[in-house]
């Protein structure tokens, strides 16, 4: 860490130079503005302009990528906040029709990003999203709520043989991933410019970290109810031989899981400790559950319980992730003073 001295202007003007090499780094010259932000802590972060612009841009060269490898940048370039993306190809030649689709495969995935611009050689996406249209309290109660939704279909379809209920589940897989990415995206452009947190809203940018990890364990979720809504398009016939005491057991603990995992994001986002010690006791309460259902089955055959036991996992992997999230928020709130904390 640098230390500076802080010397005396006048009678009530503090100064302190700034560093040469970031001055240089970041081309703040005699003259130049920067804006000063007073965050949590004692903090003061120091912003030139160029941080300070949303229309930061990038070029991918195409040429040596792969479709994948080509989709997978675009996709990178949009969480670290970029507002234009080109997609080049090599001097002399154009782009393939591979990477033509891999920009298009990129759009329909990402929240608010649209071809502008296209060209033989190169393709200009831009992204539309507004930072202050979006909090990310409201993104991941969005996200945990798409992924609530997707786990009611999926296990609604394995108990009444409805193929296009877990169709529908497995089809909103997708509209959870944009909500994921675009939450990276507000992190990210969040941290790398201060002024934005307050925009997402938040004071300071201390929360961010946490909300990264959050934001992670709702993705996989999401992924744990696309589980089960595979299983129940896989099952044959879609019918299933469970009996319906057993499936009345199940839905009983998945809307378990679902309160715990609710819970534990509105711990995060109320900065709730009581809230997180809440989910913890119901996930102690329920760490027994999936043991007895399966305990409890009647003969099946062993493809028909390893679905069940595949459900039953899925679910429990949920509930442990909404646990990891009430840890998070416990650390959130405990940052904070409350009836249960002093900080001095």
């Known amino acids: ?31 130049d503005e920067v804006s000063l932000r007073m965050g949590g802590k004692g903090t003061l972060t120091v912003m030139p302009e160029s941080v300070q612009s949303e229309e930061s841009e990038a070029v991918i060269h195409a ?47 990402l929240m608010g990003l649209g071809v502008v611009e296209e060209t033989p050689q190169r393709i200009a996406i831009r992204c539309s999203v507004d930072p202050e249209d979006f909090t990310l309290d409201n993104l991941l109660e969005r996200l945990e709520s798409t992924g609530a939704t997707m786990r009611n279909e999926a296990i609604k379809a394995l108990a009444h043989g409805n193929p296009d209920l877990a169709q529908r589940a497995l089809n909103r897989e997708r509209q959870a991933n944009k909500i994921f990415v675009l939450l990276l995206r507000l992190i990210f452009t969040s941290y790398q410019n201060p002024n934005l947190a307050r925009a997402v809203g938040l004071n300071d940018g201390f929360p961010l970290i946490g909300y990264r990890s959050t934001a992670k364990n709702l993705e996989l979720t999401a992924d744990n109810a696309e589980d089960i809504a595979d299983i129940a398009l896989e099952t044959e016939g879609n019918t299933r031989n469970v009996d319906d005491s057993t499936m009345r057991r199940i839905r009983e603990y998945t809307d378990e899981v679902n309160e715990m995992s609710q819970l534990a994001v509105e711990a995060a986002v109320e900065r709730d400790y009581d809230l997180a010690i809440e989910v913890r006791e119901r996930f102690s309460d329920s760490s027994d559950r999936v ?12 493809e028909e319980l390893l679905r069940v ?7 429990q992997q949920t509930a442990e992730y909404a646990v990891r999230n009430a840890e998070i928020a416990s650390n959130l709130a405990l940052n904070e003073e409350s009836e249960h904390t002093t900080i001095s």
């Open 1 to 31: 860490m640098e230390t500076r001295k802080v010397q005396r202007l006048g009678p009530s003007t503090l100064a302190m130079t700034l560093p040469a090499e970031w001055a240089k780094e970041h081309n703040v010259d005699k003259g």
């Open 63 to 109: 040429e040596g990528l792969g479709a994948d490898a080509l989709e997978r940048a675009i996709l990178s370039q949009y969480v670290l906040g970029r507002r234009v993306i080109h997609v080049e190809s090599a001097e002399d030649s154009t782009l393939s029709s591979e990477h033509i689709n891999a920009v298009y495969n990129a759009e329909t995935q």
């Open 291 to 302: 043991r007895d259902i399966l305990a409890d089955l009647d003969e099946l055959p062993n």
């Open 309 to 315: 036991r595949e459900v039953l996992v899925s679910l």
